[in-house]
T-cell receptor
Framework: AQSVAQPEDQVNVAEGNPLTVKCTYSVSGNPYLFWYVQYPNRGLQFLLKYITGDNLVKGSYGFEAEFNKSQTSFHLKKPSALVSDSALYFCAVRGLNDMRFGAGTRLTVKP | GAVVSQHPSRVICKSGTSVKIECRSLDFQATTMFWYRQFPKQSLMLMATSNEGSKATYEQGVEKDKFLINHASLTLSTLTVTSAHPEDSSFYIC?????????????FGPGTRLTVL
């Protein structure tokens, strides 16, 4: 079965510093991986996806993610964090019929 | 990107009553719609998958008689929580997808906060 894991419940970074939110995956076949962000009492907003092609995927709001097949990882990154990036981030993998989500990582960016 | 709306955004009801939540794809036709629930500080858990004109497929542990899903058109799916109880209080999120190809993006609604008193 397709699954993703987010090993960190919480990530804290200072504004202006680079941020990384980790995700590892377990799939049979080619992975279709996604990152979403959720603000309080809101639905999910799509950030980026990896289907095929370049391992470095660029997405919305300056975020990017690096697909690493050997490490089965798809970490989300941003060179310079903003306070407004503080939110809940979900990694997801496309299964046969639906999307499966990781447990989520709460990112807090402090001024 | 495509827009998915949910109505209502927030609902409070008494225990024992039924609540209907609507999910609409506003600018595309959704072949498949999904319903998720999310408890505080937890991830989204898939409840059911529905294809237009077909019966919904429920995940293990989800009571189909309690969570009635109707996907009568390509732009509308409804979730009815029947005889709601306080433990049904949660954040319900719908999602819609065009087609079934891998890589087709799922678009998510803003969610509905259900509180059962």
């Amino acid at each position: 079965a397709q699954s993703v894991a987010q090993p960190e419940d919480q990530v804290n970074v200072a504004e202006g510093n680079p941020l990384t939110v980790k995700c590892t995956y377990s799939v049979s076949g080619n992975p279709y991986l996604f990152w979403y962000v959720q603000y309080p009492n809101r639905g999910l907003q799509f950030l980026l996806k990896y289907i095929t092609g370049d391992n470095l995927v660029k997405g919305s709001y300056g975020f990017e993610a690096e697909f690493n097949k050997s490490q089965t990882s798809f970490h989300l990154k941003k060179p310079s964090a903003l306070v407004s990036d503080s939110a809940l981030y979900f990694c997801a993998v496309r299964g046969l019929n639906d999307m499966r989500f990781g447990a989520g990582t709460r990112l807090t960016v402090k001024p | 990107g495509a827009v998915v709306s949910q109505h209502p955004s927030r609902v409070i009801c008494k225990s024992g009553t039924s609540v209907k939540i609507e999910c609409r794809s506003l600018d595309f036709q959704a072949t498949t719609m999904f319903w998720y629930r999310q408890f505080p500080k937890q991830s989204l858990m898939l409840m059911a998958t529905s294809n237009e004109g077909s019966k919904a497929t429920y995940e293990q542990g989800v009571e189909k008689d309690k969570f009635l899903i109707n996907h009568a058109s390509l732009t509308l799916s409804t979730l009815t929580v029947t005889s709601a109880h306080p433990e049904d209080s949660s954040f319900y999120i719908c999602s819609a997808r065009v087609g079934t190809s891998f890589g087709n993006e799922q678009f998510f609604g803003p969610g509905t906060r259900l509180t059962v008193l």
